[in-house]
């Protein structure tokens, strides 16, 4: 069974200073991973995605994510916080059609973002 | 371009209760797939449709159920409604290409309709 742990459930960080929030995804085959931004009331957004190739993506507003296999990590990424950034983000594994998963996502609980002015 | 929508924006319903909750898909996809997240947690999968019949199913009882209509809209029912149903409702698309692929979908998500259960 496929599972994503989120160690920080609340992270504050000062606008302009970089972030890095942790994902590690447990899943028998190749991964297919995601980050999602969900801002207060809100559905979630793409942020990034993985699926195979280059370990480092990039993605919308500034952010990238680097996939780890040898640590099964998929940390995401930002140089440089702006206000605008605080909200609550969600790491995804997705299950490979080729293994039958039927693309069902399995997200971790969670880091809540917030930004000191 | 439209995105997915999700119909009614909150609910307010009594234990026992049945309540229905509509999605429309993003322009061009064919998959939705449902998922509940309760307060504080992330997103937990329901179920997902294509072609009008349920492809895959989480950990939910049979009081979840739903439906896909040939328009690729989607319907999630949920009978004898519990307390603990209470949560935001996310309805997510993909779409056809990606399965050519053989990849996993991009599910792009809905903003939800809350459900409180009384």
């Known amino acids: 069974a496929q599972s994503v742990t989120q160690p920080d459930i609340h992270i504050t960080v000062s606008e302009g200073a970089s972030l890095e929030l942790r994902c590690n995804y447990s899943y028998g085959a190749t991964p297919y991973l995601f980050w999602y931004v969900q801002s207060p009331g809100q559905g979630l957004q793409l942020l990034l995605k993985?699926?195979?190739?280059?370990?480092l993506v990039q993605g919308i507003k500034g952010f990238e994510a680097e996939f780890k296999r040898s640590q099964s990590s998929f940390n995401l990424r930002k140089p440089s916080v702006h206000w605008s950034d605080a909200a609550e983000y969600f790491c995804?594994?997705?299950?490979?059609?080729?293994?039958?998963?039927?693309?069902?996502?399995?997200f971790g609980t969670g880091t809540q973002l917030k930004v000191e002015l | 371009d439209a995105g997915v929508t999700q119909s009614p924006t909150h609910l307010i319903k009594t234990r026992g209760q049945q309540v229905t909750l509509r999605c429309s898909p993003k322009s061009g996809h064919d998959t939705v797939s449902w998922y509940q997240q309760a307060l504080g947690q992330g997103p937990q999968f329901i179920f997902q449709?294509?072609?009008?019949?349920?492809?895959q199913r989480g950990n939910f009882p049979d009081r979840f159920s739903g439906h896909q209509f040939p328009n690729y809209s989607s319907e999630l029912n949920v009978n004898a409604l519990l307390l603990g149903d209470s949560a935001l409702y996310l309805c997510?698309?993909?779409?056809?290409?990606?399965?050519?692929?053989?990849?996993?979908?991009?599910?792009?998500f809905g903003p939800g309709t809350r459900l409180t259960v009384l």
């Open positions: 995804a594994v997705g299950a490979s059609i080729l293994t039958g998963g039927g693309n069902k996502l399995t």
């Open positions: 997510a698309s993909s779409s056809p290409g990606q399965l050519a692929l053989r990849r996993t979908d991009t599910q792009y």
């Open positions: 449709y294509y072609e009008e019949e349920e492809r």
């Open positions: 993985y699926f195979s190739g280059d370990t």
